[in-house]
């Protein structure tokens, strides 16, 4: 009878053996399926256009360069709010018209060729909405004039396949306000204007 059982239970080990190894590797495979869902979870959040940022308390700050040239545009009026904490704090900033700023702003010193030349607005937290217009550099110190008149134009501002937002400048020296929108954070949003002026060079 012992011997019988004994072999009973040799005859079984292989059995156990092979069912044992089954369920190690099923669960060798599902470890690394788990760090391949997360490693792939990381790199993608780590890549993502749409991670939130820290919150801004203020609109972020405009750069204005053609390739060759570029300057820090003078940021003005804004409405802004954030959160903090539990609570939620806005600001409401006022500054002077584009046209009475010409002392405060730095001019893009641009090169005047045979074809439009485009500038690269960039922005330390890209904005959701871009757009601009711009006066005569005839106009300066004339703000209420100018706009009671509606001596200004709309200038393009188009946003490329990678996210730049590209603004076409106008063939004469020009003084631009631009208008930029934040909405798409939790944390943060609202809406700055900006200026800068242009020194065509032939």
């Known amino acids: 009878m012992i011997h019988a059982e004994r072999l009973l239970f040799l005859a079984s080990a292989p059995l156990f053996y092979f069912e044992r190894v089954i369920t190690m590797k099923k669960w060798m495979l599902l470890f690394i399926a ?10 993608g959040d ?5 991670a939130e940022p820290a919150t801004l308390r203020e609109p972020p700050q405009l750069v204005v360069e053609d390739g060759e040239a570029s300057v ?7 409405s802004w709010h954030y959160g903090q904490g539990d609570k939620g704090v806005g600001t409401d900033a006022d500054s002077v018209h ?9 001019p893009l010193v641009a090169k005047r060729g045979a074809e439009a030349t485009t500038v690269q607005l960039t922005f330390d937290v890209a904005p959701d909405a871009v757009s601009a217009r711009a006066w005569d550099t005839a ?6 004039f100018a706009d ?5 134009e709309s200038v393009p501002v188009q946003k490329s396949d990678q996210g730049e937002w590209l603004l076409t400048l106008l ?5 631009y306000g631009i208008s930029a929108e934040w909405n798409r954070y939790d944390n943060f949003g609202g809406e700055a204007f900006y200026s800068f002026y242009t020194q065509l060079q032939p």
Do not use: H
């Open 148 to 152: 009671a008149q509606g001596l200004y």
């Open 34 to 43: 788990a760090v391949v869902v997360l490693i792939v979870a990381v790199i």
């Open 98 to 106: 584009p046209l009475d700023a010409k002392d405060t702003m730095t």
């Open 171 to 175: 063939e004469e020296d020009a003084v």
């Open 139 to 144: 106009y300066w110190g004339q703000a209420a």
């Open 72 to 78: 820090e545009a003078l940021r003005g009026t804004y």
């Open 46 to 50: 780590g890549f993502s256009n749409d």
